[in-house]
């Protein structure tokens, strides 16, 4: 509950500093961070979640309309594979999550590398998923939608700075 809590207050800034947002992209791990931004927007714009294709354990969850194992590797195993995501956060997602899209581990690393080359940003494979969502075009906005992007993920030691 501490980490929803906690996570919602991402929301919170994230809409004093952009009110003007219509989608919000966030990485999907065990749902704290998709869980809490959603249940704080409670539905006034678009949450989608950018989860890793070899750790789908949002997606396997609302395919099945509970919490279930899920695989749990890849790139982003580290911070985005839980087995399955959390029991508190499964009603916010189901309720409030628009929609969660599949991002490969090739498109989580180049939008690592897109990040460190236009930013200056050294992210781990987690906090590229959301980016990669949209980059890789899984997410395409409509004309005029105004989106955000929820860098997220401190584990600077996941990163392989060679890659980069």
Same mark, same amino acid.
Request: hydrophobic fraction near 45%; charge should be negative.
């Given at each position: 509950?501490?980490?929803?809590?906690? $996570?919602?207050? &991402?929301?919170?800034?994230?809409? #004093?500093?952009? +009110?003007?947002?219509?989608?919000?992209?966030? %990485?999907?791990?065990? !749902?704290?961070?998709? !869980?809490?931004?959603?249940?704080?927007?409670?539905?006034?714009? @678009?949450?989608?979640?950018?989860?890793?294709?070899? %750790? *789908?354990?949002?997606?396997? /969850?609302?395919?099945?309309?509970?919490? &279930?194992? /899920?695989? /749990?590797?890849?790139?982003?195993?580290?911070?985005?594979?839980?087995? @399955?995501?959390?029991?508190?956060?499964?009603?916010? /997602?189901?309720?409030?999550?628009?929609? &969660?899209?599949?991002?490969?581990?090739?498109?989580?690393?180049?939008?690592?590398?897109?990040?460190? #080359?236009?930013?200056?940003?050294?992210?781990? +494979?987690?906090?590229? %998923?959301?980016? %990669?969502?949209?980059?890789?075009? @899984?997410?395409?906005?409509? *004309?005029?939608? $105004? &989106?955000?992007?929820?860098?997220?993920?401190? #584990?600077?030691?996941?990163?392989?700075? @060679?890659?980069?």
């Amino acid at each position: 509950m501490e980490t929803l809590l906690g $996570q919602g207050s &991402v929301g919170l800034e994230l809409e #004093n500093q952009y +009110p003007w947002l219509d989608t919000l992209l966030v %990485a999907v791990g065990g !749902g704290g961070l998709i !869980g809490g931004v959603a249940a704080w927007y409670s539905s006034r714009i @678009r949450i989608v979640g950018g989860e890793p294709e070899a %750790a *789908p354990t949002l997606t396997r /969850a609302l395919q099945a309309g509970r919490p &279930v194992d /899920a695989e /749990a590797g890849g790139i982003a195993a580290d911070s985005l594979a839980p087995r @399955r995501v959390g029991e508190r956060m499964f009603p916010i /997602a189901q309720s409030q999550v628009h929609s &969660v899209l599949l991002v490969s581990d090739d498109a989580i690393e180049e939008e690592q590398r897109a990040l460190w #080359n236009v930013l200056r940003v050294v992210a781990e +494979p987690g906090g590229a %998923a959301a980016l %990669a969502a949209l980059l890789s075009r @899984r997410y395409q906005p409509q *004309p005029g939608e $105004q &989106v955000g992007v929820l860098i997220c993920g401190g #584990n600077t030691t996941a990163v392989r700075l @060679r890659t980069i």
